[in-house]
Structure formats: structure tokens, C-alpha cells
């Protein structure tokens, strides 16, 4: 089948619409469950390429995963010392956060040798953030020369101490605290800015002896007891149609989202643009939950994004970028090199679609500059195997003038295979199978 969507505008949207589950947790689940004494019951996870990557690690390492498609997922393990050194290379796909979290993982399998690699996009991410700080904890940890998968772990050596993060890196951190938790004394991991917490809350929801405070997590070595979870929808997911309504001047709703500070900041975000967004707290634990309905109100105001509040959004950077193109006044979004390290360097390919676009964008080192509002026409624009960009462009042709000719749209199977039916029942933007390939 073809892999390119032609996309057309369609109407202003307004409905619920259904979120898969989050990502984050849904690794977590699978990966954290694969370390503790018993089964593990996980409802509602994202069932996409990037966790059935977790879900091929968990059993590489000795888990025994049972997960029919679309269903709730069974992880059984024999606890630390149940786990194994793989039989083989462990493939992460193009997932970073499955290759990260096993690198922790790893570090724990007595004299166990683990080697990690990934596609070609995951073959080109740095890894001595990680690498680093775990040599510093003991482990003995490798890249290739130039920092990049394939990695090799040989576990069982981490003495525990305190480390920090580098850079603002939820991955980086739970490897770390993985390493801690599988080692022979407690791992305290400084950050220098507030990521995603889910790590934390999981294990203290299993039982591991953690604490915060702060920028500070310390965790002492110890057991786990299996987890039984529901996954709450993932709100970078549910932000592409929160965008979409926002620039349609449509209505969404959806409900049961993850609400943690440290992911909801693309809401703050567009309340400051002038959409109208609606919360209703729904639960607190272990995650705060509830139904958000963000609603489109009148000419989009400019947007302002300090490096601190790069964390509690940074996958929705793409999405904000377009919001910006729409907004009047010039936007500065600030504090985005962690861009240019994720699946592609996603703040030059913003940057350069947006532009393909119509939209005025002034590219920095770790900034984009933009002045709005613009029309956008339409353009050929390509993925690069980047989901958030596959995302990004089909919201786009719901303000662009002309047909946008999306390549690569395959990609949207890392985080969200049903986008496309989605996208479709909202009817902000109507998309065609492109031209078959030869
Ligand atoms: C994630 C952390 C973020 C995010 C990624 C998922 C996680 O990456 O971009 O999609 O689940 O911990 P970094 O840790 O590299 O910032």
C-alpha cells in the first residue's frame, strides 16, 4: 500500500474523540513489570510499534509477556534475579525510551552481557548521557565510538552513589533509577529540570523504597510487587486534536487523560494562545486523570515558551510551532536543543515544513522564531519516519489552503496506529491514499 496521505482541509471539528493510552506509562508497565515477583495486569495500554519494542525487551530479559492485540497486557516475572541475559541482540525499533530503560535494566543482570540496537533513525541518538552517569554508578557500559547504539551492558557491577542527569531527560533519569533499584546501593539522580515523573510513581506504586524531593529522587535497592494498572490516555496524543480544535475553531472533548504537570504543559500553552480549555479532575493517583475539552475562541494570540517549560511538552513542540503560524504576533519558543536529538532532528524539520508551508520561522540553535499570522498553502511535505512530524503535517492541512502530499505517513504506527481513523471521524481534515508506489 501506499505510504503517502494526501490531506485536505476539511470542517471546524467538534466531538469527543477516544485517546489510545499513554506511551510513557505503557513502557513502564510493561518494562517495570517484567522486574517484579508475579503478574502484572495492565489495562488500556498503547498497543504500537514503539511498546511492543518494550514488550519484545521485557522477554528478551526472561519476562513472559501475554498481550493480544488491542487487549490488556499480562507481564509475569521472576523478579531481579529471575532476570536473563538476552539470547541475542535486543532490537528496540525506533523506540528510545525501550533502549534507555533497558539500558538501567541491563545493568542489573549479574555478568549478563546485553547488547542494545535500534533502526536507523535509533542507530543515530546519543547514548552517553546514559552511559555516563551509569559508569559513574559502576556499571560497566558502552556506545559505539561516536556515542550511538548498538550499547553493550555487562550488569551486575553498579555500587550505587549519586549522579546527575546532564540534560532534562525522563529516559535518562529511569535508567538510572533502574540501575539503582537492580544495584548494590541506593542511587540518588539530580536533574536540572522537572521531567515526567511516571518512573517514581510506578515503583513507589510497587512498592520500591523512593523518594523526591524536588529536582532529587533517590531509590534503594530492593523488590517489587507486581502492578495491577489501568493506562490513562496519553495527552500527547490527545494535544493533536486539542490543537485541531484550537485552530478550526472547533470543539473537542476527551476524557480519562494523564493530567501530570510534568506532561500537561501544551494546555497552559494553548490557553495562552486564547483557546478556551476545560479540566475536570477525574483522579489524583497514582496519576492525576480527567476530561479535557479545549474549545477554539476567536483570533490566536502569540505564544512564549521558556526552556523550563520545555519538559511538560516536548513531543507537542511540533504542534505548538504550527499553533504559533496561526497566532498573531511573533512566537518565541525557547530551550528546544532536546529537539535536535529526537527521532530526527525535529527542530530544523519543523522548521523547514513550516516554511515549505508558507509560515514565516527564524531557525536558532535552540529557538524558533515565529511571526504569525500566515496562510498556509499546500506543499509536499515527508515524515522522515518522525511520527510527531506525521502528526504535525496532517493537523496542518486543516489550515492550509491547498492539498498537503504527506510521504512517510506510515510512521504514525510508532505511538498511534488508529490515527488515521481518528483523524477521519473528526473531519478537520480529509485524507486520500496517495498514488501507489511502484
Ligand atoms: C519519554 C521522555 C522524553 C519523550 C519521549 C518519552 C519517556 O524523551 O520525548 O517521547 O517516556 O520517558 P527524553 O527523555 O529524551 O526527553
Known sequence: ????????????????????????????????????????????????????SSAAAARAVGAQVDWPAGGAATVVGRGAIGLQEPADVVDCGNSGTTLRLLMGIASGIPDGLT?????????????????????????????????????????????GGRVQTGVPSAQVKSALLLAGLLGHGPVTVTEELATRDHT???????????QR??????????????????????PSAAAMWWVLAALTGGRI???????????????????????????????QVPEPVGRVVVTGAGPLRSIRLTPAAVPGLVDEVPLVALLATQARGTSHLEGLSEL?????????????????????VAEHADALVIEGPTRLRGTALDSLGDHRLAFTWAIAASVADGPITLAG????????PGFWDTLAETGGVVAHHGPSEE
Not at 200 to 210: D, K, Q, S, T, W
Not at 257 to 279: C, D, H, I, S, T
Not at 345 to 352: C, F, G, I, Q, T
Open 200 to 210: 517514581e510513581r510506578m515503583l513507589a506504586l510497587m512498592g520500591a523504597a523512593i
Open 1 to 52: 500500500m501506499s505510504d503517502v496521505r494526501v490531506l485536505e482541509r476539511g470542517q471546524a471539528v467538534d466531538g469527543d474523540v477516544a485517546v489510545p493510552g499513554d506511551k510513557s506509562l505503557t513502557h513502564r508497565a510493561i518494562l517495570l513489570g517484567a522486574l517484579a515477583e508475579g503478574a502484572s495486569h495492565i489495562e488500556g495500554a498503547l498497543d504500537a510499534d514503539d511498546t511492543r
Open 409 to 416: 505517513a506510515s510512521a504514525v504506527s510508532v505511538s498511534y
Open 115 to 159: 547488547v542494545l540496537t535500534g533502526d536507523r533513525s535509533l542507530r543515530g541518538r546519543p547514548m552517553r548521557r546514559v552511559v555516563e552517569p551509569l559508569r559513574q554508578l559502576g556499571a560497566d557500559a558502552w556506545t559505539r565510538a561516536g556515542g550511538s547504539p548498538p550499547v553493550a551492558v555487562r550488569g551486575g557491577r553498579v555500587r
Open 340 to 360: 535536535r536529538v529526537k527521532e530526527t532532528d525535529r527542530l530544523h524539520a519543523v522548521a523547514v515544513g513550516l516554511t515549505a508551508l508558507g509560515a514565516h
Open 213 to 234: 524531593d524536588g529536582l532529587v529522587s533517590t531509590v534503594q535497592p530492593g523488590p517489587l510487587a507486581p502492578l495491577t494498572y489501568r493506562i490513562p490516555a496519553d
Open 253 to 283: 472533548s476527551t476524557r480519562g487523560v494523564l493530567l501530570n504537570p510534568a506532561r500537561a504543559g501544551v494546555l497552559e500553552v494553548l490557553r495562552q494562545a486564547g483557546a478556551l480549555v476545560e479540566v475536570e479532575l477525574e483522579q
